[in-house]
Structures are given as C-alpha cells and as structure tokens.
C-alpha cells in the first residue's frame, strides 16, 4: 500500500511509472527521484508531497550529491529526509531548529537513520555552522523570523550571518507564502506570510544576487487574506521560491 501511495504521488507530481519503475521528468534529477522513492520516508511524508511538490523544490534549490546544506528550522524532518538523501555519504546537512521548538526528526537522528544530519537547537535566529556551506535551506520559516513571540531577531544579521556562512557562489534559498501588499509585522504574525518583495529587499541588501524565482507552488486562487493554517486555505497557499546566490 505504501509503494503504491508512493507512485501516484510522484506521477501527479510529473512522473510516469513504466511496468512499475518510476520514470522521473527530465528536469528533475534522478537523484532526487531516488531520494522521493525512497520507501523509508513516513507515510505522512508522502501523502504531502502533492501540495508541497518537494522534486520541483529540490531540482529548483540545486541540491546535489556531496554538497554541504544548512537547513533552518527542519520540524518533523520533512526535508531533511529527502535532502540527506540527495547529498548522500559525502555530504552533509547541518540542521538548526529553535531551542523552543521540537520536531520528530530527533527520533530518527537517535535511531541513526540520517548519518550524514546534524541536529542543534539554539536560541532563534542564530546563524552557526562548522564549516563553509554550499546551500542555505529555508523553506515556509522566513516569516517566522518577524514574529517576536518566537524570539526577537534581526532579520538584517541574520541575513548577513547568512551570506558569510555560504561559499563564495553559494546559495540562499528561500521558500515562503506570498502576502498581501504592505503586510506589516502585525499581518505576517497573523497569516504567516510575507510579501516576495520584502524577502528579496531584505536578502539583496546582505549582498546576495536574485539569480531564479520559481513559480511551481504559485496559486492564483489563494487571494492572500486567510491565514495560512486555515482549513479553506491550508496547504493550498500561493509560494514563491527564490534562489539567491552569493557572487564569487
């Protein structure tokens, strides 16, 4: 039941299945068609992947084997999983949570299943990594960042924490839900959104480049007013991706 929950995931998500083998687009990477048909990834993993469309999202990011990621707030490990499986034995993802949240990606971190997933909590906003990264992953948790009632941030260091932490033609990438316009830090903590062109003011003035937008979560009917946990709206909201890119 799994394996078959699993095809028809990946083909409403572009894929074909040919007596049973899955075919993966040309323009996602068969490594990351390896890391979705991975049967070892939670049921309630796979039953999101039509909403969240995490091949698009990886393809897009540029996430490859061998690389060094840093991810930001990884919750239940949704990513993380899939990421782990990407960079494979000689890569490596440093993860980062907020010391206030938990997620269920310790469990499989303490049964060993991520050997090459590094797990730390530490106090909001913080930006520390043990060495020099190819990627920066943040993906519907850039928001966060301007509500205060996780932990007061300043989203400018972080953002220049960031670009320092990155490789000389790294990348920052970023995935969030669209706001409507003039959203204040008020509306962000109420919806959960943030505008694409405050995140891409923000990210630029820390000295990156806008190198790609990717428009395979944009939703037209989302009209941007309800939260986004909203059971009208809820996994269903207009995102934008963005690729940004520390110049050599």
Request: without cysteine; charged residues 20%; glycine residues 10%.
């Amino acid at each position: 039941m799994f394996r078959l929950m699993l095809l028809g995931a990946l083909a409403a998500a572009g894929w074909a299945t040919v007596g049973g083998i899955l075919a993966a687009d040309s323009s996602v990477p068969g490594y990351v068609a390896a890391a979705l048909a991975d049967t070892a990834r939670p049921p309630a993993d796979v039953k999101i992947d039509l909403s969240r469309k995490p091949a698009e999202t990886i393809a897009f990011a540029g996430v490859k084997p061998g690389m060094i990621v840093g991810e930001f707030f990884p919750g239940g490990g949704y990513f993380t999983r899939m990421l782990s499986a990407v960079i494979g034995a000689s890569g490596h993802v440093y993860a980062i949570e907020n010391v206030a949240w938990t997620g269920a990606l310790e469990g499989a971190l303490a049964e060993g299943r991520l050997t090459n997933v590094s797990l730390e909590a530490l106090p909001f906003g913080t930006v520390l990594f043990p060495e020099p990264l190819d990627i920066v992953w943040i993906t519907q948790n850039y928001h966060d960042l301007k509500i205060a009632q996780y932990g007061q941030v300043d989203t400018a260091a972080f953002n220049r924490a960031v670009f320092a932490s990155l490789k000389p033609g790294g990348t920052y990438f970023i995935l969030d839900h669209e706001a409507p316009a003039e959203t204040d830090l008020a509306g962000i903590a109420r919806l959960h959104r943030i505008e694409k062109t405050q995140v891409i003011r923000e990210v630029t003035a820390a000295g990156f480049e806008l190198a790609a937008e990717g428009t395979f979560l944009r939703r037209p009917s989302d009209d941007h007013t309800l939260p986004v946990f909203d059971k009208k709206i809820r996994s269903q909201t207009d995102q934008y991706a963005l690729r940004f890119v520390k110049p050599r």
